[in-house]
């Protein structure tokens, strides 16, 4: 076989079979194919597109370019969450504590954020002393003894993917659908899970921008993960501003920390429930969306869910005094209002420069190598759809640093748009899919 052949048998608008995928795959992650040739297949998928089945074979070469991770040693059906990113995103915090005390055994592979989305490890890390830097033992040992363990992925997981993200991240050939679905649907199946539930987000705070793209994102996700043999759902959900309203590293831990106490933002608590409820019909916890749904108030109501939370950051090496004093948890030095400077209804929120604000103050990281301040962020007061007066406040900034403040404060204001003109208001929970 060739790669010559191959990427010209793609240019030509052939379909590859899974011999010639498994062939450049193989060939390119242990180097004997060059960059150039795979820049050029991967142009060429770009224009041409993949079918369902080409699809599907490039994901699974992708997952077994490296360890796929075996949990049979894991009693129950283990569902995984995978969410494709937003501001203020902390749903695994509230949502995998939920879950596990409902029976469903959580073995999460996390990662960290980079640019203006924050990765579940980095908020983690927010409890002094929590470490996702569990061997493979000790994961599922933590799995089996209290139902839920997070940590960090491997080097090895997928390394085919890393490769061909990083060289399509500098060819232009990231927004691909099916490059993209099968990307991310490789790493999910690499880890191990029998079922999948997927949180697409959707808007200006989004990897998806629009709600079409969102969507054919979901089904061409849901699709690989069926025909994979692992029970997959996509929840596609609004990213169109904040989820919740803590944004930053220990906010976002303190909201998912009152959320487990019944008192967190309704949108969030809204997304919990139906990716919660999901993620027990998939796992059998539940046979019927009510039931479903009754189980996880429970878990709020009675506390388990939150003692669950404690339990797990325990077992990670945390402080699980934090969760019940949150006033443990990193606090930045600078508190202040942002105040509105006009009189009428919030229309819009650039919800993607809410995440900048976040990084400008230090929360996010600009490069892989960057160090983060887990303290900053902000904590918004007004979402769309509230009126406000001149003078109202918006939200309170979160900040070590006033020149970082003052920056971010004037770039927030910016990313709020009012007028006199009430909008009209929709679900956070956009579709449900498979
Ligand atoms: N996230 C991924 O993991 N892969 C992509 O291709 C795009 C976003």
């Known amino acids: 076989m060739r790669m010559y052949d191959i990427i010209m048998k793609k240019r030509n608008g052939g379909e590859l079979s899974r011999e010639e995928i498994d062939f450049f795959v193989e060939g390119y992650t242990k180097e004997r194919i060059p960059d150039y040739q795979v820049s050029a297949l991967m142009m060429a998928i770009y224009f041409q597109k993949m079918t369902e089945n080409e699809t599907l074979h490039l994901t699974m070469a992708m997952a077994q370019s490296g360890e796929m991770l075996d949990l049979a040693s894991i009693n129950g059906i283990k569902v995984d969450k995978h969410s494709t990113g937003g501001v203020g995103d902390k749903t695994s915090l509230a949502l995998t504590p939920m879950v596990a005390a409902c029976g469903i055994p959580v073995a999460k592979m996390s990662g960290r954020g980079l640019g203006h989305t924050g990765g579940t490890i980095d908020k983690l890390e927010s409890f002094p002393g929590f470490s996702t830097a569990l061997t493979t033992e000790q994961f599922i040992q933590n799995v089996n003894e209290i139902g839920i363990a997070i940590m960090g992925q491997t080097a090895d997981l997928a390394p085919a993917d890393k490769k061909l993200y990083a060289l399509?991240?500098?060819?232009?050939?990231?927004?691909?659908?099916?490059?993209?679905?099968?990307?991310?649907?490789?790493?999910?199946?690499?880890?191990?899970?029998?079922?999948?539930?997927?949180?697409?987000?959707?808007?200006?705070?989004?990897?998806?921008?629009?709600?079409?793209?969102?969507?054919?994102?979901?089904?061409?996700?849901?699709?690989?993960?069926?025909?994979?043999?692992?029970?997959?759902?996509?929840?596609?959900?609004?990213?169109?501003?904040?989820?919740?309203?803590?944004?930053?590293?220990?906010?976002?831990?303190?909201?998912?920390?009152?959320?487990?106490?019944?008192?967190?933002?309704?949108?969030?608590?809204?997304?919990?429930?139906?990716?919660?409820?999901?993620?027990?019909?998939?796992?059998?916890?539940?046979?019927?969306?009510?039931?479903?749904?009754?189980?996880?108030?429970?878990?709020?109501?009675?506390?388990?869910?939150?003692?669950?939370?404690?339990?797990?950051?325990e077992a990670q090496g945390g402080d699980a005094e934090a969760v019940y004093n949150p006033s443990m948890l990193p606090e930045a030095s600078i508190v202040e209002p942002i105040r509105s400077e006009t009189e009428g209804f919030i229309?819009?929120?650039?919800?993607?420069?809410?995440?900048?604000?976040?990084?400008?103050?230090?929360?996010?990281?600009?490069?892989?190598?960057?160090?983060?301040?887990?303290?900053?962020?902000?904590?918004?007061?007004?979402?769309?759809?509230?009126?406000?007066?001149?003078?109202?406040?918006?939200?309170?900034?979160?900040?070590?640093?006033?020149?970082?403040?003052?920056?971010?404060?004037?770039?927030?204001?910016?990313?709020?748009?009012?007028?006199?003109?009430?909008?009209?208001?929709?679900s956070i929970i956009r579709e449900i899919i498979g």
């Open 168 to 313: 399509r991240d500098v060819t232009a050939t990231v927004d691909n659908m099916s490059l993209i679905a099968s990307s991310i649907m490789s790493k999910k199946l690499a880890a191990g899970a029998d079922a999948i539930v997927l949180d697409v987000k959707t808007g200006s705070g989004a990897f998806m921008k629009t709600e079409g793209d969102a969507l054919a994102l979901a089904r061409e996700m849901v699709q690989i993960g069926n025909n994979a043999g692992r029970r997959t759902v996509a929840v596609v959900s609004d990213m169109d501003q904040p989820l919740g309203r803590a944004v930053g590293n220990a906010l976002e831990v303190r909201e998912a920390i009152d959320t487990l106490k019944g008192c967190g933002p309704k949108d969030f608590e809204e997304l919990c429930m139906t990716l919660g409820t999901q993620m027990l019909l998939l796992g059998g916890a539940a046979s019927d969306k009510d039931a479903a749904e009754a189980m996880l108030r429970k878990t709020i109501s009675e506390g388990s869910a939150l003692k669950k939370l404690a339990q797990f950051v």
């Open 347 to 426: 229309t819009h929120i650039e919800c993607d420069e809410i995440g900048v604000c976040s990084l400008i103050l230090g929360g996010g990281r600009e490069t892989k190598e960057s160090e983060i301040d887990l303290s900053v962020g902000l904590v918004l007061e007004k979402k769309v759809g509230d009126f406000v007066k001149k003078g109202d406040i918006l939200a309170y900034l979160h900040a070590n640093d006033r020149s970082k403040a003052k920056t971010a404060a004037d770039r927030f204001l910016k990313a709020y748009h009012i007028s006199a003109q009430k909008p009209e208001m929709r």
